[in-house]
């Protein structure tokens, strides 16, 4: 029989944050910090894996794509032959990167790789 107040506590957002960063320090250990703060480690363990899976949630998925007819007088330094003259532009995160018809496959991945991250 439980006389007393409810032990379940509601943890507010800041303080979920405030112990993932604090668990995310070079050499932090789970269990000690989750101990300091007062709350079971596998609730820690538990924020963690959600907070990773609204990352990659928000990270994943399809990206909006815009077609542009390309500017008719823009004088290209690079003489390219007319089979290679198409050019798909991808925008993520602040970064623009252009890939031509005749890139390698390896390096568009490459490249597509290092724009998620």
């Excluded at 907070?51 to 823009?74: Q, T």
Aim: charged residues 30%.
């Amino acid at each position: 029989m439980i006389s007393g107040a409810e032990r379940r506590r509601r943890w507010s957002d800041e303080d979920r944050a405030r112990i993932l960063a604090a668990i995310s320090e070079p050499g932090a250990v789970i269990a000690e910090v989750a101990r300091r703060e007062d709350v079971c480690t596998s609730l820690v363990f538990k924020w963690r894996r959600e907070m990773r899976e609204a990352v990659e949630a928000d990270a994943g998925g399809f990206a909006p794509i815009v077609i542009e007819p390309a500017p008719a007088a823009a004088p290209s330094p690079i003489s390219l032959s007319n089979s290679a003259s198409a050019v798909i532009e991808v925008e993520m995160k602040d970064a623009r990167v252009r890939i031509h018809a005749g890139a390698p496959s390896s390096a568009i991945a490459a490249a597509l790789k290092a724009l998620r991250s």
